[in-house]
């Protein structure tokens, strides 16, 4: 067998030649640097901090003029000190988020205790359903309290595995979404094109209960 281009002349199975060797040897190192970069691309890519800020970034592009996003902090409110991963200031409500970072089969129940992850990660996660309700009921007392009682709240589940698309199916449950997906939920749901509330009046009294650890993206 001969490899044709850089490699003219190279026997694969008999090679007699320093040079050949040498080349032979470098076809096969750039082969495994090549596959190096990718895993540790998506390793990278499936850290909690860095699925966190890139979809944070995506989410603020589509919530319209205004849309913030606060990654980890913890809210003071009539419910007690209440911890966030990501709260979500669209233009026409609110949205408290999980991201799932690893994950390509993503399985389980509303009511369940976990999730399986599935796929390239055989691992199980906590059901963050219930702490996302945690969220919910903190704000809407908060936000009525302060002269916002029609203001929406809803949980959303994003799955932000890069290594592959992935798939779910959470019985019971169906606001989950792909991070690549985003933007067709959106075209799916769009924005109404009048404005809900006053979201910077909003963000404001929401930065007035955050304890420091809030930062908004």
Known sequence: MILNGWFDGIRVWKINTWSGLISYALLILAGALVFFLIIRRINHNRRPDVALQRVAKRLKKLGGKGSRVYTDFTLRTFAGDTPFEMLWVARDRLYVVKVIPQGTRISGSSSG????????????????????????????????????????????????????????????????????????????????????FDVDRVCALLEEAMLPNGSAK
């Open 113 to 196: 205790s976990t999730w399986k992850l599935g796929g390239s990660v055989n691992d199980a996660m906590k059901n963050p359903l219930p702490a996302l309700e945690n969220q919910r009921r903190a704000l809407l007392p908060y936000l009525s309290a302060k002269g916002f009682e029609e203001i929406m709240v809803e949980p959303m589940v994003i799955c932000a595995d890069t290594y592959e698309t992935p798939r779910f199916k959470i019985d019971g449950f169906s606001s989950i979404y792909t991070y690549k997906y985003l933007g067709a939920w959106r075209r799916k749901f769009p924005l109404a094109k009048r404005l809900f």
